[in-house]
Nanobody
Framework: QVQLVESGGGLVQAGGSLRLSCAAS????????VGWFRQAPGKEREFVAG????????PYPESVKGRFTISRDTAVSTVSLQMNSLKPEDTAIYYC????????????????WGQGIQVTVSS
């Protein structure tokens, strides 16, 4: 069992920034592929960003390209999502997900999921 924990969410004004972090309780994430997904009320869960165990990437979706950046923090063994120039449309619950295979893609078919964390962007 892997327990994923997200942190760093909250309320921010449009144009502001937030940094989300994902950690696996009791272990490091170095050997997992990690993806970030989000889900707004009434909408499907959508892929936001992903990083493989080898620190390679797949393209960001157009909705966040140029504004969001995923990275690994080796010092604390976490995966972060830096979100800049936030828009009200970014308001959603954000989920961290991990795969033992170490790869990532845009489909929400991962081995482990966090409980989600709320991000709210006000106008």
């Amino acid at each position: 069992q892997v327990q994923l924990v997200e942190s760093g969410g909250g309320l921010v004004q449009a144009g502001g920034s937030l940094r989300l972090s994902c950690a696996a309780s009791g272990r490091a994430l170095w050997n997992y592929g990690v993806g970030w997904f989000r889900q707004a009320p009434g909408k499907e869960r959508e892929f936001v960003a992903g990083i493989t165990r080898y620190n390679t990437y797949i393209p960001y979706p157009e909705s966040v390209k140029g504004r969001f950046t995923i990275s690994r923090d080796t010092a604390v063994s976490t995966v972060s999502l830096q979100m800049n120039s936030l828009k009200p449309e970014d308001t959603a619950i954000y989920y961290c997900a991990a795969r033992e295979s170490g790869i990532v893609d845009e489909t929400p078919e991962y081995d482990y999921w966090g409980q989600g964390i709320q991000v709210t962007v006000s106008s």
